[in-house]
């Protein structure tokens, strides 16, 4: 590890140790529980009353549930990033990284199965899914493999988290009757052993090989659900890739963000530090570019031929109607990100959070641009509806379910923030103890 | 079967009541004989009756009604269809005129729900210098339907007499049919139909679309229910310009009610073609090109004004 | 030519408004039916009586269901009783003659039929008749596929060859009858008959080849609806050609192509499989951590 910072054992559980919530923290909750359970009326009233209370309407049937769900999907690819993908290469440095992403992922994978229930028009039927079940559909390719995802990711974060059950148990008396049943039920069995860790071992290494297959299917088989379709804007052979690129960038910056509030939150800036922000900016810009790269191919194929069908919808997102959210979505959610972050200067943590925050923001508004401008250019033309059935606004009832579903996100990470260490505290001590004997090794050479 | 035979003979020469109903689906082994009302099934009542010759005759009672009494299609048989059959439907653009009526006929049975069309009528122009004309459009129901192919749930669903149907007791709701047409033919029931009490009760039928339900999708059904009862699909009634052909591509007949044609005659004389047929979803729906018309375009533009409140 | 629009526009919103006065005019009163009977004689044997109930309701005719009508043969009287229907969804309803009216009917050549409805709450009593005079059809076919009708009328006890009748040849087709040539209709000559070349080569028939020819007078204000039916195997023979039972990406769930199954599950059990070996090495452990503390 590259930062020298030499602590004693015992500081570092300390720093680590799941904390409870300050003053800050309690807002953070209640602010997180008020906004869903807002949702959850807005919710109560689409169940009452059906789908009629969004401004979903027969052209644009699909909405921001829709965009949402995606923007979930995408984040969760963020697990097998940093943990999969980091961990297969040997990038050591992404240790203290690998449980935040890990529970952004779950938490995600999370929402996004629970928002595309909420965007059924008869979710009381949900289980027909089951009964009934067609592998022909890529919505049944979808739900097996949500599912699958979700398991993995669970497993991806178990694993590594028992050898900090242990660590947690020790200190019995910090942790409150409740939570010590809890560590006890989910880890008590963690003895540390050499079997235990050798076994421990093969199945993380096991799980980043698998998490990274089924993370390319999960996003690719979510772009399906567009690219299946005859629709201009989504069908391209392109869009598995473009897909999958983007989910990356948006992940990496939702990293970003979540590293900057908890290294602030629990001052956690010796675990976390300027090193990491200056790693992940650079992998941002990388990710960034490559987005961009998948966008002029989206986008600059079809306007140069600019098909008939095609040319509505292309017109639309460059001059019309979605222009200015188009834009914004290329700009702040690729191109200012690059342009900060190529700096060195622009990968010190708060500009990289800003950076990370306008990916971040720019991913929502452009998976909206992927879902709702195509629905509203069909083939045949829009004639005799309702002149609500020609535009897509959400209704407040769809802000709030949308805007609850990602304070549910953060409230579920919040919260696996709070049960466990943020930054994994054994991998952690043993880097540590690794770092220790180089330096000893080193000063012995040195002599 | 001999004993089928003799009935079936007994039939033909008792008179014809019940000529035009299209055989039910139950799997007699001689569906597809001519004259093949042969699933009427005699009940062994006998009724008399005066003969044109002024004799009593003895007739079973089964083959006095005008339409036979075929028992209500239960949900497994309306997923198969109706067998032997391949329905075909012809849209002469030459004759719309953008009354309407087939869309208010279809609303009007099917208990549409306010504001929201199965059967549409578009003004299309399809380029800048070329004539403009009316189009009507319904399901296409498509040999190869890219709404069935990403179904989750099997809801809709493509028959053996090749009508697509959906099943709105086992819709989901997911929408991805909807986005899934390229013809734009499903409509959603976005809140509960606003449709009477009575009608909203009856359990669902696939082959009459009735009652539309919250939170499932809606779409033309080629009305398999007038069908089985030897009847015309509502649109075509409806129209009065007798734009709708409608018939079975099995027997190669169309009509509209009033004027028959054959088929492979008709499509090769006028030159028929499908909507977008490059996508390769290959409707069930021919169109005839709106040539020698009869109403021009501009007749069509005052049923316009009605609807844009 | 806007002007004249205009006009137009000034004149139909006149009659809409007048019209719409007249239609309040009904409204407080009751509605009239219009009743059309319709006689048929179908193969010669049992003749029936179609009964279509029709009411003008804002300008236009709707089809009345569930009207009472009582029918009667010549005479309205409960002894000329035909029988008592209700129409159907369609404003329809048919009725044979019983053989309680053979004293009346067989003597005769030439018939009343009458509809009377008592009225309701809704609808003016009234009352419909047509009158026909007894005739028949006869089909056969001539081996270079002529198709030959005779139409008969009933004079006194003979049945007598009919000139000048309109018959159509057709083929009795799922819900139409398709001509069997480009002309709609032959006049019958002297002898009563009338023929037409079937020119329908290759229709399709039934799984034998067969399909059923129909001869019939429509409509005819003197004799009403005749028809008479052949079965000959002038058609192609029917192939059942369907791709219902195939699997296919747009068939059931039971039928999923092979490819994509094979694709689908061994994709699923080989990630599946890998989950359960990992679940079942966290048991491992689980047991691992278990004897290690009982041993201590």
Known sequence: MENSYSASEEKIIQDLFPQKFNRKGILWVIGLSLVCLIGLFAYYRQLRYGLVVTAMRDYASWGIYISNFVFFVAISLVGSLITAVFRLAHVEWSTPLTRISEMIAVAAILFASIIIIVDMGSPERFYNLFLYGRVQSPIIWDVIVISTYFVISILLLYYPLLPDIKILLQFKEKNGSRLNKFYSFIGSFWKGTKEQNRLSRNALHVLSVTIIPVAFCIHTVTSWLFATTYRPGWDSTNFGAYFISGAFLVGAGSVIVAMYILRNAYSLEHYITRGHFEKMGRIVVLLALLYLYFNVNEYLVPAFKMKKSEDAHLTGLFAGEFAPLFWFAILVGMILPILILIFRRGRRPLPAFIAGIMVVIGAWFKRYLIVTPTLLHPFLPMHNVPENYRHYFPTWEEWSIAIASLAGCMLVITILCRIFPIVPIQETLTEHHHQAILTEQNHEIAK | ?309 | MRSLNRNIAFLASFVFFFSSLVVFAQDSTKNSLNITLSFYNENNKIPYLGVKVKSKIDGKFKQISSIPLALYLDADSTANLIGKVVTDDNGQAVASIPPSLKGKWSPFTKHDFIAVFDGDKKYEATKADVSIVRAKISIDTSSDKKVLATVYELQDTNWVPLKGVDVGFTIRRMDAYLNINETPTFSTDSTGQASADFKRDNIPGDLKGNIVLVAKVDDNDKYGNLTAEKIVPWGSKFVAENNFDKRTLFATRNKAPIWLLILAYSIALSVWGTLLILIVNLIKIKKLGIQQSSTH
């Not at chain 2, 669903?157 to 009508?163: P, T, V």
């Open chain 2, 1 to 309: 079967m001999n004993q089928e035979n003799s009935s079936r003979r007994e039939f033909l020469l008792t008179g014809l009541l019940a000529a035009g109903a299209v055989a039910g689906c139950s799997s007699k082994k001689n569906a597809f004989e001519a004259g093949a009302d042969s699933d009427i099934i005699a009940t062994g009542k006998k009724v008399k009756l005066l003969s044109v010759d002024g004799d009593i005759i003895e007739v079973d009672e089964a083959y006095l009604k005008p339409v036979p009494e075929l028992p209500p299609v239960s949900n497994s048989e309306a997923r198969v269809g109706i067998d032997g059959k391949k329905f075909v439907m012809v849209i002469d653009l030459s004759r719309c005129k953008n009354l309407r009526k087939c869309q208010e006929a279809c609303n009007h049975m099917h208990h549409v729900n306010p504001g929201q069309n199965w059967v549409k009528v578009y003004p299309m122009q399809d380029a800048e210098h070329t004539a403009p004309y009316w189009q009507p459009t319904t399901c296409m129901h498509c040999d190869e339907p890219p709404c069935v192919k990403v179904c989750p749930v099997d809801a809709t669903f493509k028959r053996k007499d090749g009508i697509v149907l959906i099943d709105s007791d086992r819709c989901i709701g997911c929408r991805f049919c909807m986005a899934a047409c390229p013809y734009s033919t499903r409509v959603f029931n976005w809140s509960a139909p606003d449709i009477p009490e009575e009608i909203a009760k009856q359990p669902y039928s696939c082959e009459s679309s009735v009652p539309q339900k919250k939170g499932t999708v809606g779409k033309c059904d080629f009305c398999p229910d007038m069908t089985r009862r030897g009847e015309l699909p509502h649109c075509v009634s409806a129209c009065p310009n007798g734009t709708f052909f409608f018939g079975d591509m099995n027997e190669d007949t169309v009509t509209n009610g009033s004027d028959t044609f054959r088929f492979s005659d008709l499509i090769k004389d006028k030159a028929g073609y499908r909507l977008m047929e490059d996508l390769g979803t290959k409707p069930s729906v021919y169109y005839l090109p709106p040539v020698s018309r009869n109403f021009p375009y501009e007749s069509g533009l005052e049923n316009e004004t009605k609807d844009k409140s």
